[in-house]
């Protein structure tokens, strides 16, 4: 079993930087597929970037340059760095983890595992 707690969340002006974290515990070896997802008020789930099995990350068109996720597998550490906020991106994000090949990129049905969520207001 599998679990991911995010951290890091919190509120910043338009323009800021906020750096998110996913720790797993638990049976982690055969992780492949990892994303981050957010949902603002009144909105579905949506995917914002996703890193593959073979290292391939894929961001939202909506924080292509400004978001980086990256991953540390010796700390089983997921991150997502948010620059140049703004306040759109608003929601709570979740971290989602995978053990089935192909990875799917931003369709949430494909990952196993999920973590509580950070809540992120940028106003």
């Known amino acids: 079993h599998v679990q991911l707690v995010e951290s890091g969340g919190g509120s910043v002006q338009p323009g800021g930087s906020l750096r998110l974290s996913c720790a797993a515990s638990g049976s982690t070896a055969s992780r492949v597929c990892v994303a981050w997802f957010r949902q603002a008020p009144g909105k579905e789930r949506e995917g914002v970037a996703s890193?593959?099995?073979?290292?391939?990350?894929s961001y939202a068109d909506s924080v292509q340059g400004r978001f980086t996720i990256s991953q540390d597998n010796a700390k089983a550490t997921l991150y997502l760095q948010m620059n140049s906020l703004k306040p759109e991106d608003t929601a709570i994000y979740f971290c989602?983890?995978?053990?089935?090949?192909?990875?799917?990129?931003?369709?949430?049905?494909?990952?196993?595992?999920w973590g509580q969520g950070t809540q992120v207001t940028v106003s």
């Open positions: 890193i593959d099995s073979v290292g391939t990350i």
């Open positions: 989602a983890a995978s053990f089935q090949l192909p990875c799917l990129g931003f369709d949430e049905r494909a990952y196993d595992y």
